[in-house]
């Protein structure tokens, strides 16, 4: 996750720019530790922030039929979105490498839903190591509902 926007940190520096680092950071250990990756074997923690203050964990759950897989940081937000939330302020990913891994594109996009400013932190279950970006640094130029505007007239004489 090296780039513009994108820094390496500790666990302390992360929970000095987001107090909540830390409770976020224990519920995605424990849906870590709950994923369900037999195929993979790349158990994956998430856990969201939602507008509210509350927090929603995730874990990644595969299939054997991996298209119906679902990511750990998806599985926050649907948990989150389904207890009412509106809003994600941020989301602490949890995987099981020494570097942490952030998160896959599919997740950057769900996340683009809830804007560009969503703080994004990416943790390792095996070192102190944290990854932290602005979602709009994750994934510049995102589409987003503003693209859809105006998806009804076309542009194309026929």
Same mark, same amino acid.
């Given at each position: 996750?090296?780039g513009? $926007?994108i820094? /390496? %940190?500790d666990?302390? *520096?992360?929970?000095?720019? /987001?107090p909540?680092? @830390?409770? /976020?950071?224990?519920l995605?250990l424990?849906?870590?530790?709950?994923a !369900?990756?037999p195929?993979?074997?790349?158990?994956?923690?998430? =856990?969201?922030?939602?507008g509210? $203050?509350?927090?929603?964990? $995730?874990?990644?759950?595969?299939s054997?039929?991996?298209? +119906?897989?679902i990511? +750990? *940081? !998806?599985s926050?937000?649907?948990?989150?979105? =389904?207890?009412?939330?509106? =809003?994600?302020r941020a989301?602490?990913?949890?995987?099981p490498?020494?570097?942490?891994? @952030?998160?896959? &594109? %599919?997740?950057?996009?769900?996340?683009? *839903?809830?804007?560009?400013?969503?703080l994004?932190?990416?943790?390792?279950s095996?070192?102190?190591s944290?990854?932290?970006?602005?979602?709009?640094?994750?994934?510049?130029l995102?589409?987003?509902? $503003?693209?859809l =505007?105006? +998806? &009804?007239s076309?542009? %194309?004489? *026929?």
């Amino acid at each position: 996750m090296a780039g513009s $926007g994108i820094q /390496l %940190i500790d666990r302390a *520096e992360a929970g000095a720019r /987001l107090p909540e680092f @830390g409770d /976020l950071l224990y519920l995605a250990l424990t849906a870590q530790g709950r994923a !369900r990756a037999p195929y993979s074997k790349f158990s994956v923690g998430a =856990a969201v922030l939602g507008g509210s $203050g509350a927090a929603f964990p $995730g874990c990644n759950v595969e299939s054997a039929s991996y298209g +119906a897989s679902i990511c +750990a *940081e !998806r599985s926050a937000v649907v948990g989150a979105v =389904a207890a009412g939330e509106a =809003a994600i302020r941020a989301c602490v990913v949890v995987t099981p490498t020494a570097d942490p891994s @952030g998160p896959c &594109g %599919i997740c950057r996009q769900l996340l683009a *839903e809830f804007g560009p400013d969503v703080l994004v932190f990416a943790a390792s279950s095996l070192s102190d190591s944290v990854y932290v970006a602005r979602l709009g640094d994750l994934l510049p130029l995102g589409f987003g509902p $503003g693209n859809l =505007a105006g +998806a &009804g007239s076309s542009a %194309i004489a *026929e």
